[in-house]
């Protein structure tokens, strides 16, 4: 069982105590990884998408059309760059599109 304050304490410092003391924070990494793929891509790329995976550093991207995987390798980094932004920490530094 957690360990109870004294004092109050806000509702997001609560969760962020709960996720590091249950060691949630790599499961939480590759859902909001996916969701930033989404927001990021918008929804005419997420519609060939057919799989994300998340795994250490390296985010991997599985598409249904090789010519949008070939368009997509040529801004590689650009892509990284703006999925760290909307994650808010450097999370991705590979992107492997298959």
Do not use: P
Not at 13 to 31: P, T
Not at 40 to 48: E, N, R, T, W
Request: hydrophobic letters at 40%.
């Amino acid at each position: 069982m957690a360990k109870r304050h004294a004092e109050n304490i806000s509702i997001g410092d609560a969760l962020k105590e709960f996720i590091g003391a249950n060691r949630l924070e790599k499961g939480l990494d590759k859902v909001n990884a996916k969701e930033a793929w989404d927001v990021v891509m918008g929804a005419a790329i997420s519609k060939y998408t057919t799989d994300i995976k998340l795994d250490c550093d390296t985010l991997y991207v599985q598409l249904s059309s090789s010519v949008l995987r070939e368009e997509l390798s040529y801004g590689k980094e650009k892509i990284i760059k703006l999925l760290n932004e909307e994650l808010g920490k450097e999370l991705i530094a590979k992107l492997i599109l298959r």
